[in-house]
């Protein structure tokens, strides 16, 4: 299971979870959470549950961005 807080300072704007070992954040509709931006790319961000382990993968975006 994965889950996914989003927060703006101290506000909590979102709290999504998936059953899955893996998934992605970016602009691809089967996104577990969809961002926008043109910085973003259509898989922005892989999350995935290995053996316990937390793996986190940057898929690209913008080659811009900081």
């Known amino acids: 299971m994965i889950r996914v807080q989003v927060f703006r300072r101290d506000e909590l704007l979102g709290d999504l979870t ?15 959470l969809t961002l926008t931006g043109w910085r973003v790319g259509r898989r922005q961000l892989q999350i995935s549950v290995v053996n316990g382990g937390v793996f986190i993968k940057d898929g690209g975006g913008s080659p811009h961005c900081v």
């Open 18 to 32: 998936t059953e899955d070992t893996e998934c992605f954040l970016g602009k691809d509709a089967g996104s577990l």
